[in-house]
């Protein structure tokens, strides 16, 4: 889609994301509480089970394979981080924030399960992820903590909620590039470098080491949306498994409505180049996959 | 209101309330962010701040004092068992839930911000709480991540939101007197009885006073819900701050409509006599306070 040869994905790349696919599904399967009750539980499974790309789980797995960190802990965060981005969606897409009522290619949670479940549930899904992060054993209590504040200032009123409350002021306003960046850098960019740096914190990184994740997680957070808007314009619903083109109809800045289509590409894979650029600088982290996953991130068509 | 003579009530209690309700307007004030983007903040603040008992903050105090527990631990607990409960209001009076337009003697957030912004609100509240409960440094991680444990366990599935699930699909439907404390347990109980144990887990209470905690928590959460239920047919909504009579007119459940008025009266006096005698078995607490505040979450009149 962007210049991104598929060759530059490293052998092996498919088959450690599948077996990650079907481990986030399995987690997710197991923690996500059929038992809820009155149907809170059907609904909140109906929101994360059997669907999405799993990016963030993704990133927080590269990350801490990369600092050779714990699994287990590892596997916590990556379901922490997508039951928040699935809750965002739950309520991004109620009839009082964007009304869409497909998702994933189905029938969004409101549609399926009536506004106030939808509510409920997208609720339930932000507790459940710092339940998730904090059982009675099995992960150091500090690790907990430092897990907990990554998550809860990423997807917060500096960070995710934040960026959507600005997304939410801006349709039909003009904003230059810079006010677009920090927009995406709070609704969607904060939450893939939380991703990362949960994913580290399962480890011991240097400082130094961070901070590298710390970098290539915002470019790649950057990049990221960048996709996003230009995935926007130039596929289908079908393709994509949301409703395209719904940002140039509801008069949202985008990428490609302040850059333009080309710039927006060149744009994408400079930032790709940024994030790889910053793991060089840290060549004692195993970073194969996070390398991966940014050519993935920009080459991607949903 | 029901049989509680105020000379129960130990004198300096007033005095210590005030104190508090001082302190919890302060600490909101302090960590609400007026900065949050695109009017985010605004409506957070508009939310939380200038209102209400604060009775959750107020467990929590009550109960760090009565194990002698750190201060700065308990600020934080308070303040963000205070947010979840503001946040769980805000989603509650949308119009897809109980769509309330009074609460606290102020128009509810979406019919002052409108209904994304509040739904945004809560959510980025909902975050808060967590952010609040692990700061960089001044609380040791292990006490961060069992607050924010409890915190999650009380407010999620299992819990607040759980609650509220089965609210929604009790409307019109007979429930009896054991479905309807299921109901309240979750709903309102477990977030009380989670601010007791977060201020006991802010010192070193022994197993038997965490339980006796535990099991005061339980009822007092309870006896504040029959007199909630009394409440909503007995006072006018200036007195209540909030609609009366509405859980009537909603055809819900209530303990007056399952119990009658009269034996409603008696079981919350009885779950209060349940909650001193609970304190009786652990004579080491210094559980004035808490004595004090089961004698005013019966006696109160809003």
Not at 125 to 147: K, R, S, W
Not at 181 to 200: E, F, I, P, W, Y
Not at 209 to 234: K, P, R
Request: aromatic content about 4%; some cysteine.
């Amino acid at each position: 889609m962007v210049d991104s040869p598929d060759n530059a994905v490293c052998a092996g790349f498919d088959a450690w994301a599948k077996g990650l696919l079907g481990r986030c599904e399995g987690l997710l399967d197991a923690w996500v509480p059929a038992d809820a009750p009155a149907g809170l539980g059907a609904a909140m499974r109906y929101a994360v089970l059997d669907g999405g790309k799993r990016l963030r789980p993704m990133l927080v797995w590269a990350a801490c394979e990369a600092v050779q960190g714990q699994q287990a802990a590892a596997d916590r965060a990556a379901v922490a981080v997508e039951l928040i981005h699935a809750y965002s969606l739950v309520h991004d897409d109620l009839p009082c924030m964007d009304n869409d009522v497909l998702r994933r290619g189905k029938p969004t949670v409101h549609v399926a399960f009536g506004e106030a479940q939808a509510m409920l549930a997208g609720d339930a899904m932000q507790a459940l992820a710092f339940e998730v992060l904090t059982p009675d054993a099995g992960i150091e209590p500090a690790l907990q903590a430092q897990l907990c504040r990554l998550l809860a200032r990423a997807s917060g009123h500096a960070g995710m909620a934040g960026g959507q409350a600005i997304d939410l002021a801006a349709v039909g306003q003009p904003l230059d590039e810079q006010a677009l960046k920090n927009m995406h850098r709070r609704k969607t960019g904060l939450l893939l470098q939380g991703s990362v740096l949960m994913g580290a914190a399962c480890g011991h990184p240097t400082p130094q080491e961070t901070q590298a994740l710390s970098t290539y997680g915002d470019a790649l957070g950057l990049a990221f949306q960048v996709v996003d808007d230009i995935l926007d314009v130039t596929q289908d619903s079908a393709t994509l498994g949301k409703t395209a083109g719904k940002d140039q109809e509801a008069n949202k800045p985008t990428y490609v409505s302040v850059l333009g289509l080309g710039p927006s590409r060149r744009y994408a894979a400079r930032l790709r180049d940024e994030a790889l650029a910053a793991l060089d600088g840290a060549p004692a982290l195993k970073s194969q996959r996070l390398r991966d996953l940014a050519f993935k991130v920009v080459s991607r068509d949903n």
